[in-house]
């Protein structure tokens, strides 16, 4: 069974720093593209960054030069994501997700992260973690 358990949410102030930890089990996790998403309240399902086997990062835009997103070399079954530079906007549930086809490439999704109608899409991960509040406080 594939499992995704995240941790290190929070609350911080603006500017301060959080770091993301997702924990996989249930698959080779050297032959999976891994990804962070993230949805607030009314918003839609934002791709935060992925990390594919292999290949470059990915970061949407916002957040560019103050994320950051890897993996553990040594348990090789953890990946994280550093945020620094955290601003108000930034507040959402964050998301580990995972796939093992290699096909981590939808942007964005106008429903539920994680749900249903979502992992139908091709380019969405087959699999999601819980989530993880982030809370970013002026």
């Known amino acids: 069974e594939v499992q995704l358990v995240e941790s290190g949410g929070g609350s911080v102030q603006v500017g301060g720093s959080l770091r993301l930890s997702c924990t996989a089990s249930?698959?080779?996790?050297?032959?999976?593209?891994m990804a962070w998403y993230r949805q607030a309240p009314g918003n839609e399902c934002e791709l935060v960054s992925s990390?594919?086997?292999?290949?470059?990062?990915?970061y949407t835009d916002s957040v560019k030069g103050r994320f950051t997103i890897s993996q553990d070399d040594a348990k090789k079954n953890t990946v994280y994501l550093q945020m620094d530079s955290l601003k108000p906007e930034d507040t959402a549930v964050y998301y580990c997700?995972?796939?093992?086809?290699?096909?981590?490439?939808?942007?964005?999704?106008?429903?539920?992260?994680?749900?249903?109608?979502?992992?139908?899409?091709?380019?969405?991960?087959?699999?999601w973690g819980q989530g993880t509040q982030v809370t970013v406080s002026s």
């Open positions: 997700a995972a796939d093992r086809a290699g096909t981590i490439e939808l942007l964005t999704f106008g429903g539920a992260c994680g749900s249903q109608s979502m992992v139908r899409w091709p380019q969405a991960p087959d699999y």
């Open positions: 249930g698959f080779t996790f050297s032959d999976a593209d």
């Open positions: 990390l594919k086997n292999g290949g470059s990062p990915y």
